[in-house]
């Protein structure tokens, strides 16, 4: 099979490039960072794998044209598409400046669209595919100080459903991934501050806020590796139908109480929301 995976740079993205190289597909990775792609390409192409390089910003519409003519041209055809690259950001939302909520709507949501678009011709011609989305637990819930990045993920959830309701009657996939933590650069590669730092001394406040306050402690899950991630991913690109995949445990329990009763959600997370209040609030991140 032929996959594209974008953010194949660092992170799980790497990690499942790696993965496919190894199963024998065709890997096409797409980042920006051309030297960390060379050198994948190096340890896949290394062992025996199929893999392309095609340096691309991908909040830019011609380049995503781009990632999928050049595959096209090179292996005849797209098998699946990953939208995997993504950033977040740090700031309020009366601290976010409009070309922030842009940029994270480009390389988030646009991104999705501008290679869905690109590569769904091909699969209708083949009448096979999928197309996944890497979206995040925020495309569910939120935490306080990533709104633009929260808004863009909730709306690729959206985008991958309102994607499979016109994939009806095809053979060609759809679907959304929903990770939790990863221990990966996404943390500290955030715009505008380090979002990590705010989230990991929100989370040490807390403690002390929920024994003051007599609140219960936030359910976080146990981070993952960005190899148990792209083991998930991998498993679902080769899988069929399937309802948006959530990688940690007890997420998808924290997603469904949102759906269900969100202020009681936000209430079991609210010792979290004031210890990260109090760490903008010290400037910790920025
Ligand atoms: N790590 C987590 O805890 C976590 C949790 C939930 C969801 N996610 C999501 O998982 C996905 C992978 O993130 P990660 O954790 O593996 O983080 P990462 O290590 O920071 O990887 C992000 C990748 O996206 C690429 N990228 C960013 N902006 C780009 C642009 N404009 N054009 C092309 N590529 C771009 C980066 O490559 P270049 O900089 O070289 O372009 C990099 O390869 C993201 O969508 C992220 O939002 C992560």
């Not at 994948?40 to 062992?47: D, L, W």
């Not at 109480?257 to 979290?272: G, P, T």
Request: glycine content about 8%; charged content about 20%; aromatic content about 6%.
């Amino acid at each position: 099979m032929t996959i594209i995976i974008t953010g194949a740079s660092s992170g799980i993205g790497k990690s499942l490039a790696i993965l496919c190289g190894a199963h024998n597909h065709n890997v096409v990775i797409v980042a920006r960072r051309t030297d960390r792609l060379q050198q994948i390409a190096q340890e896949i192409s290394g062992k025996g794998g199929n893999v392309f390089v095609v340096s691309a910003d991908v909040s830019k519409e011609e380049d995503c044209k781009r990632v999928v003519s050049e595959t096209v041209k090179k292996f005849g055809s797209v098998d699946v598409l990953v939208n995997n690259a993504g950033q977040g950001h740090l700031g309020s939302i009366e601290e976010t400046s409009t070309e922030t909520f842009n940029q994270m709507m480009l390389v988030n949501l646009y991104s999705t669209f501008w290679l869905t678009r690109e590569v769904l011709p091909f699969m209708r011609e083949e009448n096979r595919g999928h197309i996944i989305a890497i979206s995040s637990i925020v495309g569910r819930i939120a935490y306080p100080f990533n709104a633009a990045y929260v808004a863009a993920k909730h709306a690729v959830v959206g985008f991958i459903a309102a994607l499979r309701t016109e994939l009806t009657g095809t053979n060609i996939n759809a679907t959304v991934i929903c990770p939790a933590g990863v221990t990966t650069e996404w943390s500290s590669a955030t715009a505008d501050g380090n979002l990590g730092e705010i989230f990991s001394t929100g989370i040490k406040y807390s403690r002390a806020i929920a024994a003051e306050k007599n609140l219960p402690l936030a359910p976080l899950s146990k981070m993952k590796t960005p190899a148990q991630a792209a083991e998930i991913v991998y498993n679902v690109l080769m899988g069929n139908r399937s309802n948006d995949v959530y990688t940690h445990d007890g997420i998808i329990d924290i997603a469904e109480q949102a759906v269900k009763d969100r202020i009681a959600m936000e209430d079991q997370h609210e010792s979290l929301y004031l210890g990260m209040i109090k760490a903008y609030a010290e400037g910790v991140g920025r």
